[in-house]
C-alpha cells in the first residue's frame, strides 16, 4: 500500500498561484502513474490531471488546461500541481491519488 500525503493548500484571490505537493511512502513511487483529483461538496471526485511513471505524459481536464502543470520529482517521492490564473470554481478538496490510494486531501479556496 501507498501512502500519499498532500500539502499546500490555501486561501488565495483569483489570479493567484498554489503549488501543491503529494509526498509517497511505503512502494518504489517511480514505478507508479500518479494523479490529482478534486472533490466539492455534494459532488463527485473529478480528475484533474495525470502523470506516467517518467513524467514524459500527462494529461489535464480541459477546466484547467493551459492553468495547471503536473509533475513528479521520483528522487524525492513526491508529485507536484502547479495552479496558476486560480479562479473561484477552483475551489475544492485536492488529492492526489496512485495503485488505489487516497490521501487525506488538502484544501483550496479562491476567492474573488
Known amino acids: 500500500q501507498v501512502q500519499l500525503v498532500e500539502s499546500g493548500g490555501g486561501l488565495v484571490q483569483a489570479g493567484d498561484s498554489l503549488r501543491l505537493s503529494c509526498a509517497a511512502s511505503g512502494r518504489t513511487f517511480s514505478n507508479y502513474p500518479m494523479a490529482w483529483f478534486r472533490q466539492t461538496p455534494g459532488k463527485e471526485r473529478d480528475f484533474v490531471a495525470f502523470i506516467n511513471w517518467s513524467g514524459g505524459s500527462t494529461y489535464y481536464a480541459d477546466s484547467v488546461k493551459g492553468r495547471f502543470s503536473i509533475s513528479r520529482d521520483n528522487a524525492k517521492n513526491t508529485v507536484y500541481l502547479q495552479m496558476n490564473s486560480l479562479k473561484p470554481e477552483d475551489t475544492a478538496v485536492y488529492y492526489c491519488?496512485?495503485?488505489?490510494?487516497w490521501g487525506q486531501g488538502t484544501q483550496v479556496t479562491v476567492s474573488t
Open positions: 491519488y496512485t495503485a488505489d490510494s
